[in-house]
């Protein structure tokens, strides 16, 4: 406890955590008391085959998260605010929309069997009401975690580390659609909400820095130009 407490005594931003707490709150308030009026489930998943071990990515998400935001945090304080602006506006997003436009799917089979891998999902199906599915938290979580990652300096100094981090953010996102907790609708839009904060937090920096190197080095060329 001593060591834990000399660590956040030198990275304080962790305890930005815990505004998840109100967050997570808001999410079970809506599961609570929200009636679904919309239904997301379409034509494509109606042909989108139930797989099983597809269980063992979706679980995975539950140690992507946290490896995500503890890796972030200890190697950077800059990264570490911009994954926690898009873990928690992505979040907060979908907990509004779901206010706005409450929605459920029907996708979910009857289980019969009983081997492990049927066994954690009809688990997960017990604990994890097919309500308030669209966005998907799932999906726009994971995207935040990836995002990070692919931009850290210290992660992205191994191609390996990179490309399994890519790779397990595809299988991810299918996985909620193979063990129907989610609708191919409901990724799709925690696709769109991810983009929303993706570009402004990733893109926009890099392409403000390649304008500014740019001009930086233009009138580094007319100074030794004018020089000579």
Known sequence: MKKLHNYLSTHKYFYLLLLFIPLQMWFQYNEWTIVPKYFTQTLLDQRIPFIKEFAIPYVTWFLFIPFGVIYIGAYSKKD??????????????????FVLFPNAQGLRPSIHASDPLSSLIKFMYSVDSPTNVCPS????????????????????????????????????????????????????????????????????????????????????????????
């Open 80 to 97: 570490f605010y911009k994954l926690f602006i898009f873990l928690f506006g992505g979040m907060a997003t979908a907990n509004a929309i």
């Open 137 to 228: 938290i799932h999906v726009i979580n994971t995207f935040a975690i990836n995002s990070a990652l692919q931009h850290s300096e210290e992660f992205k100094k191994s191609r390996i580390r990179k490309a399994s981090s890519n790779i397990l953010t595809v299988l991810i996102c299918l996985s909620t659609v193979f063990i129907k907790q989610h609708s191919v609708f409901d990724v799709l839009c925690g696709i769109v909400i991810a983009s929303c904060f993706y570009i402004p937090l990733y893109v926009q920096p890099v392409r403000k820095f390649v304008r500014v190197r740019s001009i930086y080095r233009a009138k580094r060329k007319a100074i030794n130009h004018e020089e000579r």
